[in-house]
Nanobody
Framework: QVQLGESGGGLVLAGGSLTLSCTVSNRAFSRYTVGWFRQAPGMEREFVAQATWMGGTSYAESVKGRFTISRDDAKSTVYLQMTRVRPDDAAIYFC????????????WGQGTQVTVSS
């Protein structure tokens, strides 16, 4: 079973930066797409960004231009660099994974809390 572990969450000032990491225990990481999702209190979980196994990336409109997703296949790790953080970015951030050509994310991490102070 694939395990995903997030780290890097914490308190950040509005306008500041924070980088989240997601480490994946998948020996086939090179054919594994990883995405970041977030859920704020009382809200639905929403998509944030995705790094596909083929090297493509995509972002939610709300984070485009501020967040950058990247992957290090040698370390089986995906990063989410968050810049110009806003109060509405505060949420629990989850990373999730799916195998090549799968449509749904099947593997989820436990989440890491991001708190934004204004």
């Amino acid at each position: 079973q694939v395990q995903l572990g997030e780290s890097g969450g914490g308190l950040v000032l509005a306008g500041g930066s924070l980088t989240l990491s997601c480490t994946v225990s998948n020996r086939a990481f090179s054919r594994y797409t990883v995405g970041w999702f977030r859920q704020a209190p009382g809200m639905e979980r929403e998509f944030v960004a995705q790094a596909t196994w083929m090297g493509g990336t995509s972002y939610a409109e709300s984070v485009k231009g501020r967040f950058t997703i990247s992957r290090d296949d040698a370390k089986s790790t995906v990063y989410l660099q968050m810049t110009r953080v806003r109060p509405d970015d505060a949420a629990i951030y989850f990373c999730a994974g799916k195998r090549a050509f799968s449509s749904d994310y099947s593997d989820w991490g436990q989440g890491t809390q991001v708190t934004v102070s204004s």
